[in-house]
């Protein structure tokens, strides 16, 4: 599941609460400093993975495995990567969903509504820039929290691949 716009602290408590109103048990992905000390089991039992961004290495295949043999997981992927403005989006969100034959559902909160939900369940085609193409559609005109901080939704890997 992607959590976007990521734009605030804010979005961490709106998520896990539109999650919780609507039944979804998820788990979530957050840089490993959050786990560290009297703060660590309380992030776990809230459903958090942490995750070491100075090692980025294996991470998405490491991630998918933990598709295997569950019957259900919901993984928060804040495909941002950061809460400040990008000029990218992080490819993990996407590769994981690859990788474990799992769709994507697209999250949101949005400030300009002040509404937040569930989107498409989008199913990685192995086709990134049409499926980037529906993630953009359905986020458009959405604005984070911090509306300065929500950049363009663009993959660094789109970038790279060769033009028709």
């Not at 998520?15 to 609507?22: C, E, F, H, K, S």
């Not at 290495?57 to 495995?65: E, I, R």
């Amino acid at each position: 599941m992607i959590a976007a716009p990521h734009t605030s602290n804010w979005d961490f408590p709106l998520t896990l609460a539109l999650a919780r109103v609507n039944g979804v048990k998820i788990s979530w992905l957050g840089k490993q400093s959050l786990f560290r000390g009297p703060a660590g089991p309380i992030m776990r039992r809230l459903g958090g993975v942490p995750i070491d961004r100075s090692a980025p290495g294996g991470m998405v295949t490491s991630l998918a495995k933990e598709f295997i043999g569950r019957d259900r997981l919901v993984l928060v992927v804040p495909a941002e990567g950061t809460r400040s403005l990008t000029e990218h989006w992080k490819s993990g969100f996407y590769r994981i969903a690859e990788q474990a034959g799992v769709p994507i559902v697209c999250a949101f909160v949005d400030r300009r509504t002040r509404t937040g939900g569930f989107g498409p369940v989008i199913f990685p085609s192995g086709d990134l820039v049409a499926d980037m193409d529906r993630i953009r559609d359905f986020y458009t005109g959405m604005e984070g929290l911090k509306p300065d901080r929500f950049g363009e939704i663009r993959l660094r890997d789109e970038d790279a691949l060769p033009i028709d």
